[in-house]
């Protein structure tokens, strides 16, 4: 794997996104940049942890501080993970092998997804290679069969992933205008190497009948399957695009291993809550030692320490990693993760945080998270 130089004047998440904009090809810009339908959700998840104003504390002792944080049993460096994303070779030829070498160098906890175009034991093989990785987790989607979903739970297992994260918001791609106006596609020699194509076994419709609710729609997971699931695994099971409160409260009940506050990036179903605003619900809706973790629109060291205060054990990014690989592969996804650690350390100190732990709502400007609507920025 050649290493490359960070191209000159990258010191941000957004320099990276700039310049990955004139790396990407637009088939490859569409899918990683894109959202649903009117991009409302997507362009509001990060104007939303902007209008959250930190009320910092001056004149603290900070001497000794640090990023620590504990999750699933384990003491994290920090509580920066990298959040699944799909294809990654359409962004790099080096893909999640990239993103894996930076994620453990870096002492990122890394969630593989199932949609993976590098086979799950590569990239295990990378972050365990590596000492004192961050976790190792495998996102899933539950197939149509419980047989194939078995089967990437048990090579999940065999190579050494930590947890399984259970993506529940998407049983139907959105409506991805930016996608289809391009005409997205696959490149030739980049699939999704974990899901072999298989002949459906949906009946044919019959006149009248709907192509989703008759036909896909039959198979899409319920609770019942979560629950089983935690039944045929060894390992922790966390679920991930939960938004109502309500869905939070019935995950504890089934004593998961935690939930990932998530509206997938906007790319499901557009005009949906944000991350920023549903993340202080769920954890009032909780109140338990139920971990949460975020994702959606974080661009900043100050928008992770905000999530913290608000209640999240660690935060999930993804097109910034996306981005940064584009620009430079292994480096660039590092560089994407250090700046976030560097700005994060910078944030708790200016707020008088010298722990994570002093991160609470009395640093936050209270009500200005829902100072944004869904109008446009253009």
Known sequence: ???????????????????????????????????????????ANARAWAHIGLLPRVLRPLAGGHT????????????????PVAWQRLAH??????SAIAAAAQQAGLVLSTQSSTPMEDVAALVRGTPDHGPLWFQLYLQPDRSGTLELVRRAEAAGYEALVLTVDAPVHGARDRERRQGFRLPPGVRAVHLPDRPSNAPPLQPGQSALF?????????????????????????????????DARQAASLQLAGVIVSNHGGRTLDTTA?????LPR???????????????????????LK????????????????FGLANAGAQGVAHVLRLLRDELEIAMALSGCRTLADAGTDILLQGTSENYSFRSNK
């Open 68 to 83: 620590r944080v504990r999750l699933l049993g384990r003491e994290l460096t920090h509580p920066i993970l990298l959040a």
């Open 1 to 43: 794997m050649k290493l490359q130089a960070i191209p000159a004047g990258i010191v941000s998440l957004a320099d990276h996104e700039a310049h990955a904009r004139t790396t990407l090809d637009a088939n490859a810009w569409a899918y990683f940049s894109g959202g649903a339908a009117d991009e409302l959700t997507l362009r």
């Open 307 to 322: 999530a913290i205060a608000l209640g999240a054990s660690a935060v999930l990014v993804g097109r910034p990693i996306v």
């Open 282 to 304: 769920m954890a009032d809706a909780v109140q338990t030692d139920l971990p949460l973790l975020v994702d959606g629109g974080i661009r900043r060291g100050t928008d992770v």
């Open 274 to 278: 944000t991350t920023a605003w549903a």
């Open 93 to 98: 030829p080096d893909g999640e092998r990239a």
């Open 214 to 246: 008759d036909g896909l729609l039959q198979t899409a997971p319920t609770w019942d399957d979560v629950a089983w699931l935690q039944t045929v695994t060894r390992l922790p099971v966390l679920i991930k695009g939960v938004l109502h409160p309500q």
